[in-house]
C-alpha cells in the first residue's frame, strides 16, 4: 500500500471537495477542512504504527518514474526522522485549523481559498519529508514557498504583503542556491554512472573536496534561511509578526523544519566530508543564533516577534545538536524538531487568542490576563514553560539531550549555549509578568476566557508536551536507530567518557 | 539494592493532588484544600511506612530503589526515571511531607479569606511532589527534574499575589536566579556524562574513585553554583529576601524548611565528589561562611519581620553549607541543623504569619511591640523557636549548630581557626538579630497603627506551630542522642576516622554560649532599655544603611548584569533592525536604486538611444582596439 | 594612390552620419544621415573589393544598396503616415516609448 | 565623365588628384547636412556625396556600382526624399539648438571617439598593404564579373533581396495608405460642431485671407475691424512653413488708406 501517496494525495482531495463547495457556507468549508486534516492525521498515525522501529532502511519506499529523460523519479520513504516531522506536521493540521477557527476571515480573499491553501501545504509537508528523489525534494521545496506567501500576504495582518514578499525573495534565494547545487550534482552523476536524481545514489558521487565545499554550502544555505540562523533570521520575525497565528505554526513548526530536516538529509548525508569541514563555522553560528535569538527575544515589545526569536534561538539549539555529530545531539535535535513544533504552536495559538482578543500583539497592551481569563493565561504560562526548557515538558529532554551530546564533543559551545537557558527563563518570564500578571490594564477588563473549542485545540498540544517530556520513548525509539546509522555513516562514534567509568 | 514498589506513592499522591485541583478548576473550591492536605498527609504516612520498613532492616539493605520507565535512552546516555530511597533521602522525606503537612493544615486557615486557596492548596501539592522528586531521584537528571520543579512551585507560590507587580518581579527575579544555579547543575551533569558516563549517584560514586581530580573539582564547583542558587547563597542570594512576597506559609515550607536546603542536600550527596575535589570542598566552605555572616548581617538590619526571618534562613543555610563542606564528619551535622533548622524556622515562619494575621499583615517590626499578651500561644511557640536558634540548651540549636561550631574547630589549621571564628561570631550575631526580632515583636510598648486589633489565630493556626514547637524543643536531643542521626547516615559517607580535636566539645559549647550571650544583652540594651521608634530612623551609621540594602546585593546585581544586560539588549535589537536586517533591505535599496538609475536613460527619445548605441559602438571598437593591439 | 585612403574616407563619413542620427531632429535628415552611414559602408566595400582584387565586396555593395532602397521605401512610408497623424517629422515628437 | 574617372582608375597620380580633390569636397558637404538648417538643403548636399561617391566606385574599378548609385541613389532615392519633403516639409526648417540635455557633447565625444578609433585602427590595419587591384577580375568586364557572382554564387541571395523589394513596396504602399475610419463629416455636421463648440466667435466659419481690397493673396492675413492682423485667416500650412508675410505691413495704421487713382 502506498501510505505516503495516501497521505498526499488526501488533503489534496480535501481541497478538491472544498474547491466544489459554495464560498458563502463557510461553516461548512471549515468543518470539511477539519474533517480532511483529521483523516490525514489518522491515516499517519496508522502509518507510523507500521513503522519498524529498528530498521535503519528507508521504510514505506515507492518509486515511479516521473521525468525518465532526466532521471527523474517520484520516489517517496521515510526513516526515523521523516516519520516523526511528517507526524508532526499531519498532528500540527487539524490544531491549527481548529485552533485558528476565525482567523480566515478579514482576508484577501475567501475563507474558502485559506483552507485550500491550508490543505495543499499539507501535501507538500507530508511530500518535502518523504521525498527521497533530490529533484522531487526541490520542487516541493520550492512549492511550498507558493501557499504559504498567499496565505501571509492574504491573510495576514499589518505589513503582510511586504512581509510575504520577504519570506518569499529569501526563500527563493536559498532556493536558487541548492537548485545550482543540484545541477551540479546531476552533472556529475552523469559523468559517474548515469544522470540520476536519486538521493542514495548521489551520496555515493565522488567530487573533490572542493566542489563538494561548493555544493555543500549551496544546499546549506538554503537551509539555514529557512530554519533561520543567524545572520539570514531576518525574514523570520517579519513574517511571524504579519502571519496568522495559524500560518505562523506552519510557518515555524513545520516550514522552517524543512532546514533542519534538509541538513540531515541533504547536507551530512550528501556532503559528508564539507560537513565537517563547515562544522566548526556551523557551530559557531548555531551558538550565536541560541544566545542571539534569546537576547532579541528579551527586547521585543511585539508578542508575536518575541516568539519568532525564541524560536531562533531553538533552531539554534537543533543546528547545534545535529552538527555536535553525537547521537545525543542528533537524537536530541530530532526530537526537539518535534518538540519545537507543538511548544511554538501552543505558544503562536495561545498568544493569537490573546491578540486576537485584545486586538493588539504589544505586550504592554496585556496586563493582569491572570485574573480575568485565568485559562488563557494558564496555557500562555504552560506554553512558555515549554519553550524555556521546563523538566517535565518534552523540550526540557531534547534541549538536554542536545547540550550533553554537545558537551562530548564540544565543551565550550555547549558551555556558552546553556547559557541560553538562563536568557530562556528570561525571554519568558518578562512577557508572562507583563501580559499575565500586575493589575489589569484598561481595556483587558472584559476579555473572554478560551471557549470550548479553543480547549479542544490546545489540548492534545498540552498533552504531547508533557507526555512526552515524562515519557520521550515512543519518538526516540524511532529516532535512535536513525542516528546511530548516520552518525556511524560520517564516520563518527559517540567520545568515549575520558575516563572509563561504568 | 533492594526495590520498593510504594516509593512512587510519595510522589504521586501530591501530584495527583495537584493536578485534581488544576484540572478541576472552581468545582473544587470547596474541598479542594482538605484533599490537598489529605494527600500531603498520606504522602508523610507512607514516608513513616517506609521508615519503619527500613528502620527493620540491617544497614547495608536499608536503601531501596523503584524503577518507574526508561526516561532518556540515546547512546550511552541512559537515564531511567527511578526512585531511590536510602538514608538521607527517608530524612528529607519526612521533613518535606511532615512540615509540609502542618503547613497545609496551617494554610487552611491563614488563606481561608483568599478568592484562590484552593489555587495555592493546588501548588503546595506540586511543591510537596518536586521537592519529594528532588529528593528521591536516582541519578543528577532526576534530581534535576525535582529542583526544577521546586523552582516552579517556588516562582508560582512567590507570585501569587502576582497582580501586585513588586509580587510579580519577585518570582520571576527567584526563577531566574535559580535558573543561573540549575545550569550551574546542568554544566555538572554534562561534565559527569562526558568524563564518568554516567549521571546515576551510584554511577558517579564508582567513577568517582578512578575520574581526574580536575573533572571532580569541576563538577563539585558547578554543584555549588547550583547550590547557591537554590538555597540562597552567596553569590546568588539576592532572591530569598524579595521572596518573602509568597504567603507566609510558602515562606515556611519552601523559604525556611525545605526548598533552600535542596543545596545542602545535593552537596551531602555528592559527598563522593566533594570529598575528592578538596578545592571544590574548601570552595564550598567558604561560600557557607561568607553567607553565614551576610546573612546574619543583613538580619539586624531588616525591620521586616519577615525579612529579618528570611536573612537568617540564609545565615543559617550558610552554616549547613560550611557544616557540609567540612567533609565527611560535617555532612551528618549539616543534615542535623538542616532538621532542626525545618523544625524551629519553620515555626517561627508560621508564628510571624501568626503575628501578622493578627496585625492586619502588617510585617513592620516597628509597628508591632507587647503582642505577647494579645498572642500568648503564638509567643510561646515563637520564644520556643528562638531559643532553638540561638543554641541555648537542651533546644534543638544547640545540639546542632554546636556541632557545626565544633566541626568548624575542629578541621585543622588555620582553616579551623577562622572558621570556628566565624561560626562563632555568627550566632552570637544570631543572638543579637534574633533578640531583636523578639522584643521588638513581643516586648515592650505598643507601637500599632490604629486599626490594628491584635488577636490570637484560630487553633488551625496554633496547632501546627504548637507541634513545631515540640520539634524544636527535642529534635535536636532525639536525633543526637547516642549519635541517632549521625550513626543512622554514616553508611552514606566515607568515614576518614577521627581527627584531633582542638577543642573539646565543652569549650565550644561553652564560647557559643558566651557568644549568645553577649548577642543577647547587646539587644536588651539597645532595644528592651530604649524606645523603639515607631519609624525606622534614617539618620543611623553607614553600616546600618548598606545592612538595610542587603549589603548593597540588588545595587550589584543591577550595575554589574541587569543594566548592561538590558544596555546590550537593546543596542542588539538596533542592531539587528539596523545591520542586519539593515543590510538586507540595503541590498534591496541597491536594486531598486540602480533599475530607477537606469530609468533614466529610457527617455523615449529615439536620438538618445541612437546616442547610446554610438557610444555601444564606441565601446565595441575601443576593446577590439585594445584586443588588437 | 593608397587605397586605404578611401577607406578613412568611409570612417569619416560614417561618423558624420551617425552624428547627424544623434543631433538632427527632422525624420528626413536623419534618414539621409542614416543613408550616409549605408553608403559610407559601401565605399568600405568597394574598396575592400579592390584591395583584395575579389568582386564580392561589389557584390555586398550592390545588395547593401537594394535594401538601402528597400529601406529607404518603407522608412518614408512611416514618416508619412507618423506626419499624417502627428503633423511633425520631428522625432523628437514621436517619443511613444516613454510617454 | 565615366571615361575619365575609369581612366583615373587606371593610373595613379590622376586619381591621387581626383580624390583629393573630391574627398575633402564630400567630406565637407556631409558636414553641411549636419549643420544646414533646411531640409532641402540638406538633401542636396547629400545628393553631392553620393554623385562624389559614385565618382570614387568608377575610380575603384566598379563601374556598375558606380552607375546604379547614380541611378538608384542620387536618382530614385534622393528623389523620393524631396518628393517625400514637399509632402511633409512644412516644418522642413529646423532647429539647430539642442533640446535633449547633454545630448550633443555625448554625440560630439562618441563621434570624436567613434572616428579616431576607427582611423587608428585602420591605420593599423592596413599599414604596409598594397591594393591587389581588380583589373585582373574585371579583365571580362566589370558588369560581366558581377553577373557571374551575382547569378551563381549569390543567386539565392538575390532572389531574397527581390523578395524583399517587392514586400517593402508592398509595405510602403500600405504604410502610406490613408485609410478613412470614420466616414468625413458633412458641411452640416461640421456647422452644428462649430456652433455647439461654446464659444461663438467662428460659427461664421473662418475669416478668409487678404480680402482688404488690395491683398487677395493668401499668404496675406484679413484684418480685423480694429486693423490688427486676423491669425486665424491663414491657412495653417503656410503658417508652419514660414511662407507667411509679415501681416503688420498691412495693418491700417501703417497703411495708406487714401484713395488715389490707379492710373
Known amino acids: 500500500m502506498n501510505w505516503l501517496t495516501l497521505l498526499m494525495v488526501l488533503p489534496l482531495i480535501g481541497s478538491v471537495a472544498l474547491a466544489v463547495l459554495p464560498k458563502e457556507n463557510e461553516k461548512l468549508v471549515k468543518q470539511v477542512a477539519l474533517a480532511s486534516t483529521l483523516v490525514v492525521m489518522g491515516a499517519t498515525i496508522a502509518m507510523a504504527v507500521g513503522f519498524q522501529r529498528d530498521n535503519i532502511e528507508l521504510q514505506f519506499v515507492e518509486k515511479y518514474a516521473w521525468i525518465p529523460s532526466f532521471g527523474i523519479n517520484y520516489a517517496l520513504g521515510v526513516d526515523g526522522l521523516a516519520l516523526v516531522l511528517i507526524l508532526m506536521s499531519t498532528i500540527l493540521a487539524p490544531v491549527v485549523v481548529l485552533a485558528g477557527w476565525n482567523e480566515s476571515q478579514g482576508g484577501r480573499w475567501s475563507v474558502k481559498t485559506f483552507y485550500i491553501l491550508i490543505l495543499v501545504l499539507e501535501t507538500m509537508m507530508i511530500g518535502v519529508f518523504a521525498a527521497t528523489d533530490v529533484f522531487l525534494f526541490y520542487v516541493i521545496f520550492e512549492a511550498m514557498l507558493i501557499p504559504v506567501y498567499f496565505l501571509i500576504g492574504g491573510y495576514g495582518s499589518g505589513e503582510r504583503s511586504a512581509a510575504a514578499v520577504k519570506f518569499l525573495i529569501y526563500s527563493l534565494f536559498g532556493g536558487l542556491m541548492m537548485l545550482a547545487s543540484i545541477i551540479a550534482l546531476y552533472v556529475m552523476s552523469g559523468a559517474q554512472g548515469g544522470h540520476t536524481f536519486d538521493l542514495a545514489a548521489l551520496s555515493q558521487l565522488q567530487m573533490s573536496s572542493m566542489t563538494q565545499n561548493l555544493l555543500f554550502l549551496g544546499f546549506f544555505i538554503a537551509f539555514a534561511i529557512k530554519a533561520p540562523l543567524w545572520p539570514l533570521h531576518t525574514w523570520l520575525p517579519d513574517a511571524a509578526e504579519s502571519a496568522t497565528p495559524g500560518t505562523s505554526v506552519l510557518l515555524l513548526g513545520v516550514l522552517d523544519k524543512v532546514g533542519t530536516f534538509g541538513m540531515i538529509r541533504y547536507c551530512l548525508t550528501l556532503f559528508p566530508d564539507a560537513s565537517k569541514t563547515f562544522t566548526p563555522v556551523i557551530l559557531v553560528l548555531a551558538v550565536i543564533s541560541i544566545i542571539y535569538g534569546a537576547i532579541l527575544a528579551i527586547g521585543q515589545r511585539d508578542l508575536k516577534r518575541l516568539i519568532a526569536f525564541t524560536s531562533i534561538s531553538h533552531f539554534g539549539f537543533i543546528t547545534l545538536g545535529i552538527f555536535a555529530m553525537t547521537s545525543q545531539g542528533y537524537s536530541g535535535a530530532a526530537l526537539y524538531m518535534f518538540n519545537h513544533g507543538f511548544s511554538t504552536a501552543a505558544l503562536f495559538l495561545v498568544g493569537g487568542w490573546m491578540i486576537s482578543r485584545r486586538g493588539s500583539s504589544t505586550i504592554s497592551d496585556f496586563g493582569g490576563l491572570q485574573r480575568i481569563t485565568p485559562v488563557m493565561a494558564w496555557m500562555f504560562f504552560l506554553a512558555g514553560m515549554s519553550s524555556l526548557a521546563l523538566p517535565g515538558m518534552s523540550s526540557f529532554v531534547s534541549e538536554f539531550l542536545v547540550l550533553v551530546g554537545t558537551f562530548t564533543r564540544y565543551p565550550v559551545h555547549a558551555v556558552i549555549a546553556t547559557f541560553g537557558i538562563v536568557l530562556a527563563a528570561l525571554y519568558i518570564l518578562i512577557p508572562v509578568q507583563k501580559a499575565l500578571h500586575g493589575p489589569t490594564t484598561p481595556g483587558n477588563e472584559n476579555l473572554s476566557d478560551l471557549n470550548l473549542r479553543e480547549k479542544i485545540a490546545i489540548a492534545p498540544v498540552m498533552a504531547i508536551i508533557i507526555v512526552l517530556g515524562f515519557y520521550p520513548a515512543p519518538l526516540l525509539n524511532v529516532i535512535n536507530p536513525a542516528a546511530t546509522h548516520v552518525i556511524a555513516q560520517l564516520g563518527f562514534s559517540d567520545p568515549a567518557p575520558t575516563s572509563g567509568g561504568k | 539494592m533492594m526495590t520498593s514498589t510504594s516509593l512512587v506513592y510519595l510522589i504521586a499522591l501530591p501530584l495527583a493532588g495537584s493536578a485534581i485541583l488544576l484540572l478541576a478548576g472552581r468545582r473544587s473550591d470547596k474541598w479542594g484544600h482538605l484533599l490537598a492536605t489529605a494527600l500531603s498527609a498520606s504522602s508523610f504516612f507512607v514516608g513513616l511506612y517506609q521508615l519503619s520498613l527500613m528502620v527493620g532492616r540491617t544497614n547495608s539493605d536499608r536503601p531501596v530503589t523503584q524503577k518507574l520507565f526508561e526516561w532518556i535512552s540515546v547512546g550511552t546516555f541512559k537515564i531511567d526515571a527511578s526512585l531511590m530511597l536510602d538514608q538521607l533521602s527517608i530524612c528529607f522525606v519526612l521533613l518535606i511531607t511532615g512540615v509540609g503537612t502542618l503547613i497545609h493544615i496551617y494554610s487552611i486557615s491563614y488563606m481561608s479569606h483568599d478568592p484562590d486557596r484552593r489555587r495555592f492548596f493546588a501548588f503546595l501539592n506540586l511543591f510537596i511532589a518536586a521537592m519529594l522528586l528532588l529528593v528521591l531521584g536516582d541519578s543528577y537528571l532526576n534530581l534535576y527534574v525535582g529542583w526544577e520543579g521546586v523552582g516552579l512551585a517556588s516562582y508560582l507560590l512567590i507570585g501569587f499575589w502576582n497582580q501586585k507587580p513588586a509580587y510579580a518581579t519577585a518570582s520571576k527575579k527567584a526563577f531566574v536566579m535559580n535558573r543561573i544555579g540549575d545550569m550551574g547543575l546542568s554544566f555538572a551533569i554534562m561534565i559527569a556524562f562526558a568524563t564518568m558516563g554516567t549521571v546515576s549517584f551510584s554511577g558517579v560514586k564508582e567513577a568517582a574513585g578512578h575520574t581526574s581530580t580536575a573533572a571532580l573539582t569541576g563538577i563539585g564547583i558547578m554543584l555549588l553554583v547550583a547550590a547557591t542558587g537554590k538555597s540562597a547563597q552567596f553569590p546568588l542570594q539576592a532572591w530569598l529576601g524579595d521572596a518573602m512576597a509568597g504567603p507566609t506559609p510558602v515562606s515556611a515550607l519552601i523559604h525556611a524548611a525545605t526548598m533552600v536546603t535542596a543545596g545542602v542536600y545535593l552537596i551531602t550527596r555528592s559527598n563522593f565528589i566533594f570529598d575528592a575535589a578538596p578545592t571544590a570542598q574548601l570552595l564550598v566552605v567558604i561560600v557557607g561562611a561568607i553567607t553565614l555572616m551576610f546573612g546574619a548581617l543583613i538580619g539586624t538590619a531588616k525591620d521586616d519581620i519577615k525579612k529579618a526571618l528570611a536573612a537568617s534562613t540564609m545565615s543559617q543555610i550558610g552554616y549547613m553549607i560550611l557544616g557540609a563542606g567540612l567533609g565527611p564528619v560535617g555532612y551528618a551535622f549539616a543534615i542535623m541543623h538542616l532538621l532542626t533548622h525545618g523544625f524551629f524556622k519553620a515555626g517561627m515562619f508560621l508564628g510571624a504569619g501568626s503575628v501578622m494575621h493578627g496585625m492586619n499583615d502588617e510585617v513592620n517590626m516597628r509597628k508591632y511591640g507587647a503582642l505577647r499578651k494579645f498572642m500568648p500561644i503564638t509567643f510561646a511557640t515563637f520564644g520556643l523557636g528562638y531559643l532553638a536558634i540561638l543554641g541555648v540548651p537542651p533546644f534543638a540549636g544547640f545540639y546542632s549548630k554546636d556541632m557545626i561550631i565544633e566541626t568548624a574547630f575542629n578541621s585543622g589549621g588555620a582553616k579551623g581557626i577562622i572558621l570556628g571564628c566565624v561560626t562563632l561570631l555568627g550566632a552570637g550575631i544570631t543572638a543579637f538579630y534574633m533578640t531583636r526580632v523578639m522584643i521588638l515583636t513581643f516586648t515592650g510598648k505598643s507601637r500599632w497603627d490604629e486599626e490594628a486589633h491584635p488577636h490570637e489565630s484560630p487553633w488551625l493556626m496554633w496547632l501546627p506551630m504548637a507541634i513545631l514547637a515540640i520539634g524544636s524543643v527535642t529534635s535536636g536531643y532525639l536525633l543526637s542522642h547516642g549519635d541517632t542521626l549521625v550513626n543512622w547516615l554514616s553508611p552514606l559517607f566515607v568515614n576518614h576516622g577521627e581527627r584531633a580535636e582542638l577543642l573539646s566539645p565543652v569549650v565550644v559549647s561553652g564560647l557559643a554560649l558566651a557568644m549568645v550571650a553577649i548577642g543577647v544583652a547587646i539587644a536588651f540594651v539597645k532595644y528592651s532599655r530604649n524606645e523603639v521608634a515607631a519609624v525606622a530612623p534614617t539618620d543611623v551609621s553607614i553600616f546600618t544603611t548598606i545592612a538595610r540594602q542587603d549589603l548593597l546585593q540588588d545595587r550589584f546585581n543591577e550595575a554589574v548584569f541587569m543594566q548592561p544586560g538590558q544596555a546590550l539588549t537593546a543596542v542588539l535589537v538596533k542592531t539587528d533592525e539596523a545591520v542586519i536586517d539593515g543590510a538586507v533591505r540595503g541590498v534591496g535599496r541597491i536594486a531598486l536604486g540602480s533599475g530607477s538609475a537606469l530609468r533614466g536613460i529610457q527617455t523615449g527619445f529615439v536620438r538618445s538611444y541612437a546616442a547610446l548605441i554610438l557610444i555601444g559602438a564606441v565601446a565595441l571598437i575601443a576593446a577590439i582596439w585594445v584586443v588588437t593591439q | 594612390m593608397n587605397a586605404a585612403n578611401y577607406l578613412y574616407l568611409s570612417a569619416l563619413l560614417f561618423t558624420i552620419g551617425a552624428v547627424g542620427v544623434v543631433v538632427r531632429r527632422n525624420a528626413i535628415v536623419v534618414f539621409m544621415c542614416i543613408e550616409l552611414m549605408l553608403n559610407a559602408a559601401n565605399l568600405s566595400f568597394v574598396t575592400f573589393s579592390r584591395i583584395n582584387g575579389d568582386l564580392n565586396g561589389q557584390v555586398i555593395a550592390f545588395f547593401t544598396m537594394v535594401v538601402a532602397a528597400c529601406e529607404v521605401v518603407v522608412g518614408l512610408a512611416i514618416i508619412v503616415t507618423i506626419y499624417r497623424s502627428r503633423r511633425s517629422a520631428s522625432i523628437d515628437d514621436a517619443s511613444l516609448l516613454k510617454r | ?263
Open chain 4, 1 to 263: 565623365m565615366i571615361d575619365l574617372a575609369l581612366q583615373v582608375g587606371q593610373t595613379a597620380a590622376p586619381e591621387a588628384t581626383l580624390f583629393w580633390i573630391l574627398a575633402p569636397l564630400s567630406v565637407v558637404a556631409a558636414l553641411g547636412m549636419l549643420l544646414v538648417k533646411k531640409a532641402v538643403h540638406s538633401a542636396i548636399l547629400m545628393a553631392f556625396v553620393m554623385i562624389a561617391l559614385a565618382i570614387f566606385y568608377i575610380a575603384q574599378g566598379a563601374p556598375f556600382l558606380g552607375i546604379v548609385q547614380v541611378v538608384v541613389y542620387t536618382g530614385a532615392v534622393m528623389m523620393l526624399f524631396l518628393f517625400i519633403l514637399m509632402l511633409v516639409g512644412v516644418d522642413s526648417s529646423d532647429s539647430l539648438t539642442e533640446t535633449i540635455r547633454g545630448l550633443r557633447p555625448i554625440a560630439i565625444i562618441g563621434a570624436v571617439g567613434f572616428g579616431g578609433l576607427m582611423v587608428s585602427l585602420l591605420a593599423r590595419a592596413t599599414l604596409g598593404r598594397n591594393a591587389v587591384g581588380v583589373e585582373a577580375v574585371n579583365a571580362d568586364g566589370n558588369v560581366q564579373g558581377i553577373a557571374n557572382l551575382l547569378f551563381s554564387t549569390y543567386v539565392w541571395p538575390f532572389e531574397v533581396v527581390s523578395a524583399l523589394l517587392i514586400t517593402a513596396a508592398l509595405g510602403s504602399m500600405v504604410l502610406a495608405h490613408h485609410h478613412r475610419i470614420q466616414t468625413r463629416p458633412t458641411q452640416r455636421e461640421l456647422s452644428i460642431q462649430r456652433f455647439r463648440s461654446g464659444s461663438l466667435a467662428n460659427a461664421a466659419g473662418l475669416p478668409a485671407p487678404g480680402v482688404f481690397a488690395r491683398h487677395n493673396a493668401v499668404d496675406v492675413p484679413a484684418l480685423l475691424p480694429d486693423g490688427t492682423a486676423a491669425a486665424a485667416s491663414i491657412n495653417a500650412s503656410l503658417k508652419a512653413r514660414g511662407d507667411v508675410l509679415n501681416s503688420s505691413a498691412f495693418e491700417l495704421g501703417t497703411v495708406d488708406t487714401s484713395a488715389g487713382e490707379e492710373k
